[in-house]
């Protein structure tokens, strides 16, 4: 089946340390981003990315990082440098950027302790 | 920068009444989506409006664009329990990011 996965569902971490969320699609869309949601916020944009090898900040990119090496890929690290990093997060694909229907992940909660 | 503000923010109905949320852009918009969020869920796309005054249905469910193409509503006839969730609106002006309201959580009581 066609989709985009998130992994691991539920994570935790120590203070200070930096850690990874993997987002992976097949549904060969060109467009992928990453949100942060908090209760009652909404979703807050982080990063995106067009194409591979290309990806622009979003809102409230600071204290993390994103890469683009394959279609499929887009992980995200939620650097030390994050001052509060509990949240939900949350990888969406697009076919193009923007303007057609964005397919999310299931999401990975983010604890620090 | 563009905002899209959404209200109410909580709504809680009574099994088999109507329901509406509305979105407010402070900028003309190309298009507008719609997602649906179910408790502990993600979003989940609905639809897409494009056109100026553009009505769409699917059920029970009835989104609106406005003329200007600044303001959407969706609006839910008798609501059931499976309606449950927050309903987001997401505004694209087409030279900046898709921006999403902070949502309208639905909650019926049957």
């Known amino acids: 089946d066609g989709g985009i996965t998130q992994s691991p569902k539920y994570l935790f971490r120590k203070e200070g340390q930096n850690v990874t969320l993997s987002c992976e699609q097949n549904?060969?869309?060109?467009?992928m981003y990453w949100y942060r949601q908090d209760p009652g916020q909404g979703l807050r944009l982080i990063y995106y990315?067009?194409?591979?090898?290309?990806?622009q900040k979003g809102d409230i990119a600071e204290g993390y990082s994103v890469s683009r090496e394959k279609k499929e890929s887009f992980p995200l690290t939620v650097t030390s440098a994050q001052k509060n990093p509990t949240a939900f997060y949350l990888c969406?694909?697009?076919?193009?950027?923007?303007?057609?229907?964005?397919?999310f992940g299931q999401g990975t909660r983010l604890t620090v302790v | 920068g563009q905002q899209v503000m959404q209200i109410p923010q909580y709504q809680h109905v009574q099994e088999g009444e109507d329901f509406t949320t509305y979105c407010n852009s402070s900028t003309t918009l190309s298009n507008i989506q719609w997602y649906k969020q179910r408790p502990g869920g993600h979003p989940v796309f609905l639809i897409q409006?494009?056109?100026?005054?553009e009505v769409k249905k699917q059920k029970r469910l009835t989104f609106q664009f406005g003329e200007a193409k600044k303001n959407s509503s969706l609006h839910i006839t008798a609501t059931q329990t499976t309606d449950v969730g927050t309903y987001f609106c997401?505004?694209?002006?087409?030279?900046?990011?898709?921006?999403f309201g902070k949502g309208t959580r639905l909650s019926v009581i049957a």
């Open positions: 997401a505004g694209f002006s087409g030279n900046t990011p898709l921006v």
């Open positions: 409006l494009v056109k100026s005054g």
């Open positions: 990315s067009q194409i591979v090898n290309d990806f």
């Open positions: 549904l060969n869309h060109d467009a």
């Open positions: 969406a694909s697009s076919i193009v950027l923007w303007g057609t229907e964005a397919f």
